[in-house]
């Protein structure tokens, strides 16, 4: 089973899946990072995530470009050496900022958006 909260700061939106990401629960996070694709800056928290098949990874890396589309920005926060092995070896991380923390990843987010608003 797969849990998505979703925070709302006044900076940034948190998308947070909880339980493993793969073919029986990506349709799940597919809608949810629909639902979320006009947001200006959206960070994934995968800390709560301890497996993410090739569908999960397809339903991110989809849910990525769709915000981007939009005119958004995407980070990702993820502390699990195993995910960060997998998304490291996938080149995942080469499109998308990957962050230990949340606070890191949405200052990332903070940081790239500063050079289009000062």
């Known amino acids: 089973m797969l849990d998505i909260q ?3 700061t006044a ?7 909880k339980g493993e990401l793969d ?4 349709s799940q996070f597919r809608e949810s990072l629909a639902e979320l694709a006009t947001s200006a800056r959206l960070v994934i928290d995968l800390s709560e995530v301890p497996f993410i098949d090739s569908a999960g990874l397809g339903a991110l890396i989809g849910g990525i470009r769709r915000t ?5 920005d995407v980070s990702v926060a993820c502390n699990r050496s195993t995910l960060i092995r997998l ?6 991380d080469r499109i998308v900022t990957v962050a230990d923390t949340v606070d890191e990843a ?5 940081k790239t958006d500063h050079g289009v608003t000062s």
């Open 6 to 8: 979703i925070d709302q």
């Open 11 to 17: 900076d940034y939106t948190v998308c947070r899946p």
């Open 23 to 26: 073919a029986f629960t990506v």
């Open 68 to 72: 981007r589309e939009q005119g958004g």
């Open 87 to 92: 998304l490291r070896t996938t080149g995942f």
């Open 106 to 110: 949405a200052a990332a987010l903070v």
